[in-house]
């Protein structure tokens, strides 16, 4: 549980390409993204766990436009969004700094950014810190593949398939023809 007394979350819900969006944030940055869920309502509900509705400040209302113009295909670099993840431990935290450092149209593998962060052997353990990315998209986490180039896991709604929905945004295919067509709905 967060010790700052101060924390509190904001969210609100935004239509994209894809689906409706979520977003949420405290006073110091970004604490979630939400995928589309199966409805508005269930990514709505989801963040409502944790966070109470509200209109969002400028700086939001800019990452959010972000988010929909990446979902729309162009491309977009994150790293000017300002994050407050103040429950990841440690780890977790230098996993996510590796995957924010592979850009767009690029990937890697959970190997990869385990000896990025210093860690050779964990591979596994990156992919479970991804597996909790509080923040996907921002977080890249859709970036990082197996040793072999192949998809691996995706822990958002539509799993495996939004991921490859997200990398094909960004002219990466994997594990498919690459003259066949990319996937509906981008």
Not at 7 to 30: K, M, N
Not at 131 to 157: E, M, Q, V, W
């Amino acid at each position: 549980m967060d010790a700052r007394a101060d924390f509190r979350q904001h969210y609100c819900v935004f239509d994209t390409p894809i689906g409706a969006c979520g977003i949420a944030w405290s006073e110091h940055g970004l604490t979630r993204l939400q995928l589309p869920a199966a409805s508005r309502s269930a990514t709505e509900k989801r963040l409502a766990r944790t966070a109470q509705p509200d209109a969002p400040p400028p700086h939001i209302s800019e990452a959010i436009a972000e988010v929909q113009r990446y979902l729309s295909g162009t491309k977009v670099e994150f790293s000017s969004v300002a994050l407050d993840l103040p429950d990841v431990v440690p780890f977790h935290s230098k996993v996510y700094d590796a995957a924010r450092s592979v850009g767009w149209g690029r990937t890697a593998s959970y190997g990869d950014l385990a000896r990025q962060i210093g860690t050779p052997g964990e591979a596994r353990e990156v992919g479970q810190a991804l597996a909790r990315n509080p923040i996907p998209i921002i977080i890249p986490c859709h970036r990082i593949l197996t040793s072999d180039g192949k998809i691996g896991g995706f822990s958002a709604y539509g799993g495996t398939t939004t991921k490859e929905r997200l990398l094909s945004l960004e002219g990466v295919r994997v594990g498919v023809d690459a003259d066949a067509p990319m996937l509906p709905g981008f």
